[in-house]
């Protein structure tokens, strides 16, 4: 008998249906799951599954994976929404609201104060040495992750050749992320109706060590009461979270005009809200665009600037908007104190971005529930997964040129376009620190708060030894 079903049946409760997780206590370990998730989406997912899956032990590797794979087919941030899904499992709607409301404070606080400064100030050179001493730590904890979830998801040859393919298509080619997800889909549903075991969950010879069946985690194999399909629930949830969403959007037009930089920034960013699959990354230059050449809510660089601090403190990338928001209201206030107006507009960035992402999943997690033993579905979901290492693969590429390198050319032949450093400018400290930050986190399995504490010690550091500061 499993030490999960052990522990339940003392307790009084059955091994699966009644999980016996005190709300309490999840919300506890929500907010550990918040403070820690940096690293982007990549990271975000590997804490959670160290945590919910490998400590707690209170959802099954497959039923994890299930719940990833459905994430990674909506828009917005899949690491959020995947936390939304877990915490609906394990307590209802309640659960789902309280996961991802923490998982998006810690990073709207963090972005919120760093935004104060930077308009305030500018580029503070102990900012920078922080930024700079964090990406290092960063581009560790994301190559980590890489290899966690690959050695999950990348079971067999044919999982690993989704995988290589999808790296090579939007690395070389710069296929759009949505054509390598729905090629990689119709692969999966063919091969899952065939009834291959290369396309089930976890199928395949590849082990990468003991995994949790979903039958000895707390939640158990069976789908909860409260997470079955229910058409009056899903139209009552639909209706409050629309409202919730698009309401805000409504009044601002109404009373403000569409000219209003508080109604441009509530219709542009709920567009994005339902275009954003793929991550932050897969958006962000056209995001750039707008903000600089039609909105001209920031100066040409900013972007970065707003990146890197998404990128180096708590929560999804996607929250750079949130910089965004805040930098076209400071500088279109009207007759508010900028300071007030950027803050309201920091406030509506993230309300129209994130409040979507409860709607994907409250609407639509009940029928991806029922369906996970279908055979096709499973397959699909399982193939998508492993092109999205693929995606993930590549931003880490992506990432560590930007974090090495100062400068990176485009190169165009043969029918491809590839980002290659100059290296010339490669950057020795930043070099330096990445090696340091991968043999401790790789080598001697360094915590992430350590790691990333250290780094951004070393960058701050750096930048007084250097004359920056």
């Known amino acids: 008998m499993s030490e999960i079903s052990a ?15 005190a709300f309490s206590e999840a919300v506890k370990v929500w907010v550990r799951v918040a403070a820690l998730s940096f690293g982007g989406p990549a990271g975000q997912i590997a804490v959670m599954h160290r945590i919910l899956v490998d400590e707690k032990r209170w959802i099954g590797e497959n039923r994890f994976l299930h719940a990833l794979n459905y994430c990674m087919l909506l828009p917005g941030p899949e690491a959020q929404q995947l936390a939304i899904y877990i915490g609906w499992l394990l307590h209802k709607t309640k659960g789902g609201l309280v996961a991802g409301t923490l998982f998006v404070l810690p990073g709207f606080l963090s972005i919120l104060a760093l935004s104060y400064v930077y308009a305030a100030f500018g580029n503070v050179g102990i900012v920078e040495g922080l930024f700079f001493g964090l990406k290092a730590a960063v581009l560790a904890i994301v190559l980590q992750a890489v290899a966690r979830i690959g050695q999950r998801a990348l079971r067999n040859p044919m999982m690993i050749a989704i995988e290589v393919a999808a790296f090579v298509a939007i690395f070389f080619f710069a296929i759009p992320f949505p054509l390598i997800i729905l090629a990689a889909g119709l692969i999966g549903f063919v091969g899952g109706r065939s009834g291959s075991p290369l396309f089930r969950v976890g199928g395949g010879h590849k082990s990468a060590g003991k995994i949790l069946a979903d039958a000895d985690s707390a939640l158990g194999e069976h789908t909860p009461a409260h997470a079955r399909p229910n058409w009056a629930w899903s139209l009552k949830i639909s209706s409050v979270f629309l409202a919730l969403w698009l309401l805000p959007v409504v009044l601002l037009i109404v009373f403000l005009g569409f000219d209003n930089v508080f109604s441009q920034i509530a219709i542009f960013f709920s567009k994005m809200a339902m275009v954003t699959f793929g991550g932050a990354y897969a ?24 990146l890197g601090m998404a990128e180096t403190t708590p929560g999804p990338l996607i929250q750079v908007v949130q910089f965004v928001g805040f930098m076209g209201a400071y500088r279109g206030a009207g007759t508010l104190d900028p300071m007030l107006a950027a803050t309201l507009a920091a406030i509506l960035t993230t309300w129209v971005t994130f409040v979507p992402c409860f709607l994907w999943i409250f609407l639509g997690a009940p029928f991806i529930e029922v369906l996970r033993g279908n055979k096709a579905l499973t397959g699909a979901l399982s193939a998508i997964t492993a092109a999205v290492v693929g995606v993930i693969m590549n931003l880490a590429v992506w990432f560590a040129l930007h974090v090495l390198f100062g400068h990176v050319d485009k190169w165009q032949g043969y029918g491809f376009a590839v980002n290659v450093p100059v290296w010339q400018s490669v950057q020795i400290p930043a070099v330096i620190l990445t090696l340091a930050a991968i043999l401790a986190t790789f080598r001697f399995g360094a915590r992430m708060i350590p790691t990333l504490a250290a780094c951004s010690l070393a960058g701050m550091l750096f930048y007084i030894a250097s004359g920056r500061i």
């Open 7 to 21: 522990s339940a049946l003392r307790s009084g409760l059955p091994s699966s249906g009644g999980h016996g997780i």
């Open 283 to 306: 958006v962000l230059a056209y995001v750039a665009q707008q903000a600089v050449e039609h909105y001209h809510w920031l100066q040409p660089g900013e972007m970065l600037d707003g």
